[in-house]
Each structure stands twice: as C-alpha cells, then as structure tokens.
C-alpha cells in the first residue's frame, strides 16, 4: 500500500524520439505492406497475353476464283515479333510498333448481328453506339493516353481519371492505372464510354458485362471524370445510357435523343465477360434510321458499286477473315504471290463480283471475289466474317429493326421460355 | 531444523557476500526440495515471537515471493504449486498468519497482513478461505489497538490483491463499514485511525454500489473530509490520496461535494505541509484528467452521448482556482531543474495549470493574463520564472485565435529573455515555452503563422546561440528547435529552414560533442532534434543528409573502438549507439523515400550494414533495438540488394525473435523480417525455416508479450507474398494456429475496451496472414491446397461481423481477405462465398464506408467475388 507516485512529466513533450522512430519505422511497414499487397491484387489479374503465332490455317475449303489487278509494293512492316506477354503498366511504356500492335489486340470487338440472338428482351443491353474513334483510354503515371483500334495514338493529355494527370495526390501508388473502352466524338471532342477494362489497378476483364456497367456508372461520376474540362482534365468523358433490350429499352436506344451522333446500336450479353478480339456476346447492328454509314464507303466517301472487303494472306495463300478461328473465303496462287511480291500477314482488298456469296446450310460456300489492292497501311485487321455477311444482307435482304422488334414479342409475350415459372427456394 | 532456518535467514542478509550467496542457495534448494515443509518454516519463522525481527520479516517476504511474481508465467506456475499443495498444511500456514496479526512485533503483523493477502488472492477466486474475511472483521472489535490496525492493515491490502467481483456485496459492506469506521473521528488511535485510511484507498474500488446510495456516500465523503482535518500529517496525506482516488474513480458523483473540496484543497494548498499541499493540488490535476477525457469523447460535438457527463467542475471553479495555483508558481526552488526527482508546490502547480487549460480552452486566458504581465519584467527571477511558466502552461488548450495575437507580442520578448536573462532557470523555463508556442501553434493547420519570413532567421540564430548555454538550457533549446522543423513538415519545397539547414545541422552535432552534454539529457536531445531536422527537410537538402551519412558512420565506428569498458561505460556506449543507429535508421528512411536519393544512399550500404553487424556483436546476449530498426530501414532502401548482409545478419535476427524478455526488440525484429521479405521476395527463401520455426515458437510462448502476436501473424504473411506457392510447408503449421487465434479472436463478448482493442489487433495480423497466403498462392497449381481452409476463414469473417465490434483497419483487412480468397480460388469457392453472409450484408457495409480504404478494398474484393462466381 505505497503512497502511489504523483509526479507528472514536467517540461517534457509528451512522445518521445524513440518511440516516434518505431511509430514512423510501422507505418512505413504498414504501407510498405499495404503496397505489397496491392501490388499483388493487381498482378496477373491484368497480364493480357501479346498472342503473336498466327493460328493455324484452317482445314476449312472454300474454292473460287480470283482475278488479279494491281501491282503492289511489297509491305515489310507487318511482321508479327516474338510472343511477349505485358501486362497493362508495362504496355503503357511500350512505343511505336509494339504500342500499337499490343493495345491492337486488346479491344473487345462486337461482331454484326447478322441474326438476332435468343433471349434478347432478358440477356442483353442495347445502347446506341455514338459515331467516332473506337479506342482505348488509358490512365497511368499521371497521364492519360488514347490509342486507336490499330493502336496508333490519339490524344496525350492530363485527365480526372485515377493516375490521369500529375497532380500532388500521393494516396495513389503507381499500381493505380485504368483503362477504358471508349468512342471518341469528333463534334464535341468528348470520350464516351462505353466499357470499363481496368478500374485503379483492378482489373475487370473476368467481370460481366452487367458488372462492368454498373461499375462503370458509379466510378466515372465519383472522380469528376464527367465534369468540365480543366487544365487538368482536358476532354470531357461522358456515360452513354444502357438499356434492357425489351420493347421499351430498344425503343429508346433506337429512336431516343442523345448528345452524340448516332452510329448504329450495340448490344452486350449481359453475362458476358470483356474478351479480347471479336466476340458474338456483343453484337453491332445499325440501319439508316441510326446510322449515317450503313453501307461501307470506299477512301472518298462513296458508296462502292460493288461491296469491298479485306481478307488477310495465309502462308500458304489462303485468304482469312479476322475471326479466331478464321473463314476462308479463297487463296492466292503461288505465281501470283510471287509476281506481287506479297506475303503472310498482308491485308488484301477485294471486291465482292456480281456471283456474290453463296451459302449451304448457313455456311459460306462460294465467294466471287475480285482482287484491288493492298488495303490501307493504318489497317490492322482483316474485316471479320459477320462484318463481310452484314455488309452482304444490308445490299440484299437487310435485317430490319421489326425483326428485331418481333424477336422481343410485345411485353408480357416473349418466347416460351420466358414463360417458365422460375422455383424460387 | 528450526534453529537452522533463523540462521540461514540471518545469513541471507549478512554483509558478506559470501556468506550471503550460501545462504540464498540453501534456500532455493530448501524450497525446490519440500515446498510444504519449505513454506510451513517460513511460517513458523514469521511466527516465532522469540526470533530476530530480521529473520522474521525476511521468512515473510519469501514466504510472500513463493506466491507471487511479476512475471505472468512465473506467477501463474507459483499460484499452481500453492493450490497442489495438501489442503492440512495449507490451513496450517494461514491459521499461523492469521495469529501474527495480534503479535506485538510491528514488522511481523506488517509482513503477515501482504502475506495473507497474496494468499487470499489465490484463493478467494478458487472460492477456497471463506472463512478469513469474517473472522478478520471479528478482530475489528478486539480491544488491543495494535491488532485492530493489523487488520485494517491487511484488509486494506486484500482489497488491493483482489479484484472486487470475487467478494460478495455483504462481505464489501461488513470491509468499508468497518474500515470507515475505522477512519472518523471517533476512534482515539492515529495508528489505528491511519491504517483504516490507507485500507479505504484500496477498498474504493469495492465501493461501486456503496457509492450509489446516497447516504451511505454522503457518510464515506463525511469521514474523508474530516480525515483531511486530522492533527496527524500522514493521515491528512492519506486522507487526501483517498480524495484523489474518488475524485476520479467516481467524477460522476462529485457534485454535491465540489464546494467543500476546492475549500479543503484550498486551505492545504495555502497552509499545509508539502506532502499534503501536493495530494491537494493533484486533487484537481485528477478531474482535469478527467473532463478532458470526456470532452474527447464528444470530439465536439456535444450532442454525442457520452458515458459519464461532464459536470464542468473546472470551469465553475475557475476563478478560485486559478489565483491558487499561479500562487503556488512563486514557490520555486533554487536549481530544481538540475534535479531529475524534483517533485515540489511550484512544478504540481505549474502542471495543473496546463491541465486546467486543457480543460478549459480560451476561459483562462484573461485569468493569467494579469499575472503574465505584472510579473514579467520583475527584478526578482521567482516573479519572471512563475510569469514564464504560467504564459507556456496555457498554450496548450486555449485557441490559436485567443493566442497568436499575445504570443506575437511575447515572442520577441521570449528570444530577448533566451539571450539576456541573467538567470538560469528564468532562460530554461523561456526556451520550454519557445518550444510549446512551436509546438501548439506553429505549423500547416495553424491559420495565422507565427514564424513568419520576417522573424524566422532571429528565431533560429537564438536557438542556436542556446545551445551553447547550460546544459538544461540547452536542452529545451534543442526542443523548441524540434517543434519549429516539426511545424514545416508538409510544407514542401520551400521551408523557410532550408537555408539555415547546415547551419543548424552544424551546431546540433556540435553539442552532441560538447563534454556536458551527458547532463540533461542533452545529448539525447540534440540527436533527436537532429533526426526531426532530417525528417522534415525538403528535396533541396537532400545533398546535405546524405553528407551526414559518413560523419555519423564515424561516430558510430568511434564507439566500437573503445576496449575494456566499465559497465557504467558500457551503459553509455550502448545508449550513444543508439541514439547513432536511431539517427542513420532515420537518415536511410529519409534517403530511402524517394528513387535518386535511394540510389545515392547505396553507397553507403556496404559500410553501414558492416557497422550495424559490428554493433550487434559489441554484446553477447541481446540485439540492439535501434540497430535493428535501422537495417530495416536499409532493407527497404537497397532492396534485393539486401541479400548479400543475410548470411551475417540471419543470426542477429533470430536472436532479435528469441528477446521474450525485451518484447520491443522481438516486435521491431519481427518489422524487420517484414522489411526483408519484401526486399527480397523469393531469395529470402533459404532462411524461411528458421525463421518460421522461431516465429512459431513465440505464437507457442507464453513468455512473450502478447502485443508482438498480432505482428507475427502479419509477418506470416508478408512471408507467403514473398515467396508464393513455397509456402505451403509451413501450411501445415502456419494454418491451424491461425484458426485456433481466429476462434478465440471472434467473440469479444463481456470484453473491456482494451481487450476489444487487442482483439482487433490480433484480428488484423490473423487476417493479413490470410492475406498474405492468398496473395502468394495466386496462380500457382497449388491453390487447391487452399480450399480446405476457405470454410473456416469465411466462417471467422462471418463471426467477426456479427459481433460489431471490429475498428476500421480489421474492416479493411477482413473485406480484402474476402476479396483475396475469391481472387485466388476463384470458382472453387464460388458457392462457398454466396453461402456466406459477408458476400452479402458484410460488403455492402464496406462498400458504403466513408473510409476510402475500406472502400477501396470493398470494390476490389467485389469484383473479385463478381469474377469468382461468373467463372
């Protein structure tokens, strides 16, 4: 029972040195952890593979002839490198040819609805899609860059965006990068997004479509990426609003005013994750009621006589689409190939004669095609099978928007299978 | 046997240390031999009324040290073997006790009563000696007085061994009624009348329900006042102890009593002896701590709910007793601020005074004001020591805008005084002050600077200057400087200190040479003022703390040169090391931040691992904390360069891991293995299995502090991140003590606030093992092994949100571990995770945190759920 102690500390600070040096040697602790462990949520989740081998030749046949036109200067440029995998920050540092081949591949590519698929009133999104550069966004060691489809750069500029722009915000560490799908809009010089790859650092490939939406939604607005522009964020995003594909929602997407001129619709399954290259769980269609380029122009702006198209050199001189795996629509001869000085790899013009397309059993089974020329340097990619198809039935027998519309059912009467009662446990 | 046992008593305290050492071994093996036996002749002993008293008390206090010790585990192993003992001999040894406390010996009463009340602390909570608090209270009415204060006496200290819930209310009432009565006026004794106020201090804390009844309070308070009257000084003292223990044990009940204290306190503050005029003053120092505590707990914001109200005793007490206590300012004495000790009217004021600024805020200012300025410029140094002390005692609490205007005005009479004031302890107290105006209102949340461009450069040409003055003065000086750096913290770029920085630099290394700078704590101060320098300094003098990296390496190389030392010395050597290490750990911190200072500093690397290596060995059995808190801080700068120290340093680190006994360098070596893991990632793996195994072997102790659990298991999983799918041999280890800490972190239930704040820290290090080991297994082909323990971990996340009681860092950590498992097992745990309600209810709570880090990982942990169950 010792009298306790009643000295108080007298002219001291209150925390010592010492143990200031252990509480600033734990924190850095904590954020060192703190980055380790970001780091490692990051990783991997967002190594895309640089998928350089060309996929073998398909086994598939096709037989029809070609006549050849022009002479072409050989193109050495489009060779494909070693495979090399990057992931996004390691990307974002790439140059030249390497940039643009690697984000080339990284766009998830709607195919042309050519036929509507089932369900479309329950599984799917539609949104009209704004006329513009598709491209991708991306935001990382404060900076943000756009890269076309074919990769090239289109803008370099301070944004919003998480890492988008150099500003003294040291919350973020150098993992916080972000990549959006986007449609730059010429008219009023605004990205629209319409899709959400990596959200600061965390990438959302392996998320639904429905997911990705949502996810979207909510982050734009909350960093001011949709305010104004400043001198810190210099275009201006917008959202462009999703529909359920029912009656009412392919109605408004269809007819309903947006801020954006109008380039057809879109359509996203909604279960879908985001994959790179072409996918059938996004769809495209368009008519001339919501798209000013209904039917593919040649170099001058005019509607071609005939359809064109533009098919990749085999090896072995088949000509392919862009499809993984692709549709051959004919070959090459070796003496041709030879004349031409062409190669593997090269993009070829074609248009399409007056024998057209036949098919047997919905397969493509003959294709009178004529050979124009080597296609545009800026290109990347062979057109895709359902681009060639759409592009054929819009000058023959299009699919029209009552099909689409009847294919819905007016509400309450859909297909049978919507009639099945669901057991909710 | 018995005649043996005085002897060899007596000869355990003899001069001889010979004799001495003899004597303590036949005794230790006396009591490892026959415990009974051992402790029944130490009874016996105590007893003997024909024995030396100095044999007697020493029978006592190892009779008492076979039943308690400091140390947790060697106290729960000494309850143990008394409980084992035979029931016969046991109630022998307190039947014998009991008798003492009517011995006429003092001293043997006095040893009696602890012993009884260790005893009655083993075996009251066992609901064993029912018995013995009856039949003490029935000495309470024996006549000789001698055995009445005995047993006061030993109540009061059972009150002290015992925690209250073990002893039923009836018995409580039958101790305080007896032990008030003990106290009042009424009973003739002092001895008696002092034993009974002692024993009431520690039965206060019994007094919860006695304190609830009105009357009976009313009673206790009566008796306490009237003590505090007593002709008899060491019962007024007592009387006040009590006063101060209530007055913050039971703040909430004062009220009604607050006018007849302050007029108690008053008088013995003004009239008493020192002991009592000082228990008077802390009186009010203990509701200052209190009204502070509870106004924090508003965080202002007063219509929060708070447990206990605040009653504002302070404020309404204000103008009383601020004029006593400036009194007591002019109560200095000559040179106390040479003496460490020093505990006196003056300093007990003084720091009241700041406490009731504390309390009070901007009410005081006008109150002090007065007597700030009459005193100041006095020719008396008491009058400008006492204005000083009470200007810097009301800068903390008051707001900047009551004070920037006054302490514009006082500043440069401050510095005038630093320089010019020819007394010591009037310059002394003026630096202290400088540095609590730096400190409170100098920096980047302060909205109207007080160091302005204009008188920056004086501030700091008289700081120096004061470095050259006594060692005491001196040494505030140093302090005042450290607040000032302090205050440009987040500044930037341009710190005003920049272009004084060598300078500064300069003279601080200056005084860690001067040959007084072992007095107080001067040396000490200027390293660590040397430290916030560096910490607060800009990109601009980089160039310059990369400079003192050779010139403290030669400091540090100086001390490992000195032979043959002292153990006095050797204490010196070893302090002096670490204040060296802890300012290199600071300077590699500061250099290792950013990547071009981080790349000059690796020059240095080789040389300072060399000298911490060197340092290390300098000792035999223990690791230097500061040492290794500052290779930590070289693991994270050179990165996997780091490597190439391993094979050397692996040994210091596992005995850093094996330190029970200092737990603070087990818990920084356990931060620093950390720091290596991530330095190194995968090629620390060769040293994973020692490292694991002792990591292993401390969770096992029951030696070691338990605040270094919590980092262990964080430290597990910085070892899994770092070395990935390697880990999975010490799954087998690592996972089932991870569940077995988990389940008993889950549930908090009947918990006091600092158990709920340990589990929450447990919680979080058991959660960034899991972390860890998600993380590290991600894409490898042996996620699989895994998915066995993923039911438990959802299970213990589900638990942990139900019981509500996790703070945000568990939240964070829990929402990511959710996050980290469905990432790395993806569909595998797909249904496991849906089942789970923190996929659902647990998420959404994250999801709409305020806290953006919780929020950050609830999104992550979202998609990867999202990812996992669409797979």
């Known amino acids: 029972m010792a009298p306790h102690d009643l000295r108080r500390p007298f002219k001291r600070p209150a925390i010592s040195d010492q143990q200031r040096r252990r509480d600033l040697s734990l924190l850095r602790q904590k954020q060192n952890r703190l980055d380790a462990q970001r780091r490692a949520r990051c990783l991997a989740s967002s190594v895309l593979s640089f ?29 494909q490198g070693p495979a090399t995998t990057y992931d996004v920050r390691q990307a974002s540092k790439l140059r030249g040819t390497e940039a643009r081949r690697w984000f080339a591949k990284q766009l998830m590519l709607p195919e042309w609805m050519i036929d509507v698929p089932p369900n479309l009133n329950t599984d799917w999104y539609v949104f009209a899609r704004p006329a513009g550069k598709r491209c991708f966004v991306v935001s990382s060691n404060g900076t943000t860059v756009s890269r076309l489809r074919n990769g090239i750069l289109l803008h370099r500029f301070p944004s919003a965006l998480p ?79 999703v529909y359920n594909c029912d009656q009412e929602g392919l109605q408004t997407a269809y007819i309903g005013p947006v801020p954006y001129i109008k380039d057809g619709l879109l359509f996203y399954n909604k279960h879908a994750h985001y994959e790179t290259g072409n996918t059938p769980l996004a769809l495209v269609w368009k008519d001339e009621n919501c798209s000013e380029y209904v039917i593919d122009t040649d170099s001058k702006g005019q509607v071609p006589n005939q359809q064109q198209l533009v098919l990749e050199l085999q090896d072995d001189g088949r000509l392919a689409t862009s499809d993984d795996p692709s549709v051959i629509f004919g070959w090459l001869n070796e003496d041709f190939i030879q004349k031409t000085g062409l190669h593997a790899g090269n993009l070829l013009r074609f248009a399409v004669n007056d024998g057209g397309l036949s098919f047997v059993d919905g397969k493509l089974e003959k294709a009178d095609l004529q050979y124009l020329g080597q296609s545009n340097r800026a290109r990347a990619f062979a057109d895709s099978y359902s681009k060639v198809m759409f592009q054929y039935i819009v000058r023959h027998s299009p699919l029209k928007i009552e099909h689409l519309f009847a294919s819905i059912g007016p509400l309450g009467d859909g297909d049978i299978a919507s009639h099945d009662v669901e057991m909710a446990a | 046997m018995a005649m043996e046992v005085t002897q060899v008593l007596l000869n355990a305290q003899s001069v001889d240390s010979t004799v001495r050492k003899h004597a303590e071994e036949s005794l230790r093996q006396f009591q490892e031999q026959n415990l009974s036996v051992f402790l029944l002749s130490l009874s016996g002993e105590l007893a003997g009324e024909d024995k030396p008293v100095d044999s007697r008390k020493l029978a006592g206090l190892i009779l008492k ?14 309850v143990q073997k008394w409980l084992a003992l ?35 602390a083993i075996e ?35 009150c002290e061994e015992v925690s209250p819930d073990v002893v039923d209310q009836d018995q409580v009432n039958k101790i305080l009624t007896a032990v008030v009565q003990g106290m009042s006026a009424n009973e003739g004794n002092n001895d008696v009348r002092l034993a009974a106020t002692r024993a009431l201090y520690n039965a206060l804390g019994f007094a919860q329900a006695n304190f609830s009844n009105d009357m009976e309070r009313d009673y206790i308070m009566r008796v306490v006042c009237e003590a505090t009257l007593s002709p008899d000084v060491k019962i007024r003292q007592a009387a006040f102890e009590c006063l101060v223990s209530i007055s913050s044990t039971y703040y909430e009940k004062l009220a009604p009593y607050i006018q007849d204290i302050f007029n108690i306190t008053a008088k013995a503050v003004r009239e008493d002896e020192e002991p009592v005029a000082l228990q008077a003053i802390e009186l009010w120092s203990s509701i200052c701590d209190e009204e502070i505590d509870i106004l924090e707990e508003y965080g202002g914001d007063f219509t929060a709910d708070s447990d206990v109200p605040c009653y504002y005793f302070i404020k309404q007490a204000l103008p009383a007793l601020v004029p006593m206590l400036l009194e007591t300012l002019l109560k200095q004495e000559e040179d106390q601020d040479l003496d460490e000790g020093a505990w006196n009217l003056a300093m007990a004021g003084g720091t009241c005074l700041g406490l009731v600024a504390r309390t009070v805020g901007d009410d005081i200012v006008p109150l002090v004001m007065p007597f700030i300025e009459e005193n100041i410029t006095k020719s008396e140094w008491r009058q400008r020591e006492a204005a000083t002390y009470a200007f810097g005692s009301i800068l903390e609490g008051p707001s900047p805008d009551k004070l920037t205007s006054i302490v514009n005005v006082a500043l440069n009479f401050m510095l005038t005084a630093l320089t010019n004031d020819p007394n010591s302890h009037v310059k002394d107290t003026t630096a202290w002050t400088l540095g609590r105006i730096f400190e409170f209102l100098h920096g980047s949340t ?30 505030k000086a140093c302090g005042a400087l450290y607040f000032l750096a302090q205050g440009y913290e987040d500044i930037g770029s341009a710190s005003p200190i920049t272009p004084y920085f060598q300078e500064i630099v300069k003279s601080l290394l200056s005084v860690t040479d001067k040959e007084d700078a072992g007095e107080s704590r001067l040396r000490t101060a200027a390293y660590e003022t040397l430290n916030e320098v560096v910490r607060c300094s800009t990109d601009e003098t980089a160039a310059m703390v990369l400079q003192l990296v050779p010139i403290i390496m030669t400091k540090l190389h100086q001390t490992l040169e000195a032979e043959k030392l002292s153990s006095d010395e050797r204490e010196k050597q070893n302090e002096l090391q670490g204040l060296l290490c802890g300012c290199l750990q600071v300077i590699t911190q500061k250099l290792g931040a950013s990547e071009p200072t981080q790349y000059a500093f690796m020059q240095f690397a080789d040389q300072i691992m060399n000298l911490f290596l060197r340092v290390f060995a300098c000792r035999s059995a223990t690791v230097h904390e500061e040492a290794m808190l500052a290779i930590g801080a070289v693991a994270h700068a050179t990165g996997p360069d780091f490597a190439k120290y391993m094979p050397e340093l692996y040994k210091y680190l596992e005995m850093g891991l094996q330190n029970f006994e200092e737990y603070q360098v087990c818990a920084v ?38 605040s270094v659990k919590p980092p262990i298991f964080s430290c597990f999983g910085d070892i899994a991140l770092a070395i990935g799918e390697n880990f999975e041999k010490y799954l087998m280890y690592a996972m089932p003590m991870l569940q077995s800490a988990a389940e008993l972190s889950a549930h908090t239930s009947g918990a006091d606030d600092e158990m709920i704040e340990y589990t929450n820290l ?51 950590t829990a929402i990511g571990v959710l996050g980290d498992l469905a990432d790395t097992l993806g569909s595998n745990a797909g249904s496991l995770i849906q089942l789970s309600l923190s996929c659902k209810e647990f998420l959404n709570e994250c999801l709409s945190s305020d806290d953006h880090l919780i929020k950050e990982s609830a999104e992550w942990a979202k998609m990867a759920i999202s990812r996992a169950i669409s797979v």
């Open chain 1, 51 to 79: 998928q350089s081998e060309p996929k073998p030749p398909s086994q598939e046949q096709s037989h029809f002839e070609l006549e050849l036109e022009l002479e072409i200067e050989p193109d050495a440029e489009e060779h």
């Open chain 1, 163 to 241: 890492n988008g722009a150099r500003i003294n915000n040291v919350s973020r560490s150098s993992q916080s990068y972000c990549i959006l799908d986007c449609i730059f809009h010429e008219p009023d010089q605004t990205y629209y997004v319409i899709d959400m790859v990596c959200w600061a650092g965390f990438s959302l490939y392996e998320c639904t479509a429905e997911f990705r939406f949502f996810w979207l939604n909510s982050k734009l607005v909350e960093v001011g990426v949709c305010d104004t522009p400043s001198t810190f964020h210099k275009y201006r995003f917008a959202t462009v609003p």
């Open chain 2, 65 to 78: 040290n076979a039943l308690d010790a400091k140390e947790q585990h060697r106290k729960y192993e000494l």
């Open chain 2, 86 to 120: 035979d029931v016969g001999v046991k109630t022998q040894i307190k039947t014998c006790l009991l008798q003492i406390l009517s011995s006429p010996v003092p001293d043997a009463r006095s040893t009696a009563s602890q012993v009884i009340a260790k005893i009655a």
């Open chain 2, 124 to 158: 009251l909570p066992q609901k064993q000696w029912p018995e013995l608090i009856g039949s003490l209270l029935s000495n309470i009415h024996q006549v000789p007085a001698h055995v009445k204060q005995a047993t006061l006496e030993t109540l009061g200290y059972l």
């Open chain 2, 446 to 475: 302060v909205e109207t600077p007080i160091i302005t461009p204009g008188n920056c450069p004086q501030i700091i040409r008289v700081l120096l200057q004061s470095m050259n003055d006594a060692p005491n003065v001196a040494e």
């Open chain 2, 669 to 706: 070596t356990v931060g620093v293995v950390g720091d290596i893991c991530r330095a190194l990632e995968d090629t620390v793996l060769p040293y994973c299995d020692g490292i694991m195994t002792q990591l292993l072997k401390d969770l096992s102790s029951n030696q070691l502090h338990r």
């Open chain 2, 762 to 812: 447990l919680r979080n290090g058991i959660l960034e093992a899991y972390s860890g080991i998600f993380q590290g297994f991600k894409n490898s082909p042996k996620t699989q092994l895994l998915i066995p323990y993923a039911p438990h971990i959802l299970q213990f996340l589900d638990s942990i949100y139900m019981e509500k009681d996790m703070d945000d860092v568990v939240m964070k």
